[in-house]
C-alpha cells in the first residue's frame, strides 16, 4: 500500500468515497485509494462526517485522530491520521479486508 503515505503531520490516507449506499462499509481498494461506501448524502459536509465517524469506529482510532486533509467536496478525499505510523494503519486495513 505505497500510496499511503507518512508526513510530518501524520499518515495521509487518501479515500474513494462512495455516498447515498446501501451500508456504511470498506468496500477495498480502488486504484490508489480506499473505497469506502457511505450511507450518508454528500450535503453539508455529512458524507465527510459520516467518513470520519466510520473510519473512527473501524480503525479504533479516536475521531479526534482524523480529518480531511484534501477533497472536502469531492469523492477523492486525503484523511489525515494522527498519532498513528503508516505500518500500523497498514496493519489494521488489512485486519479489516481480510
Same mark, same amino acid.
Given at each position: 500500500?505505497?500510496?499511503? @503515505?507518512?508526513t510530518?503531520?501524520?499518515? $495521509? $490516507?487518501?479515500? @474513494?468515497?462512495? %455516498? @447515498? !449506499?446501501?451500508?456504511? /462499509?470498506?468496500?477495498?481498494?480502488h486504484?490508489? !485509494?480506499?473505497?469506502? @461506501?457511505?450511507?450518508?448524502? %454528500?450535503?453539508?459536509?455529512k !458524507? ?5 465517524r466510520? $473510519?473512527?469506529?473501524? $480503525?479504533?482510532? %479516536?475521531r479526534?485522530?482524523?480529518?480531511? !486533509?484534501?477533497? /472536502? ?26
Amino acid at each position: 500500500m505505497d500510496w499511503i @503515505r507518512e508526513t510530518s503531520k501524520g499518515v $495521509l $490516507l487518501p479515500v @474513494r468515497a462512495v %455516498p @447515498r !449506499a446501501s451500508k456504511n /462499509e470498506i468496500q477495498g481498494i480502488h486504484g490508489d !485509494a480506499l473505497k469506502v @461506501r457511505l450511507q450518508a448524502p %454528500p450535503v453539508e459536509g455529512k !458524507a465527510n462526517q459520516a467518513l470520519i465517524r466510520f $473510519l473512527s469506529d473501524a $480503525l479504533d482510532i %479516536p475521531r479526534s485522530q482524523l480529518s480531511i !486533509a484534501a477533497g /472536502e467536496t469531492g469523492r477523492n478525499k486525503a484523511v489525515l491520521i494522527t498519532g498513528i505510523t503508516k505500518a500500523e494503519l497498514v496493519s489494521l486495513l488489512k485486519h479489516k479486508m481480510s
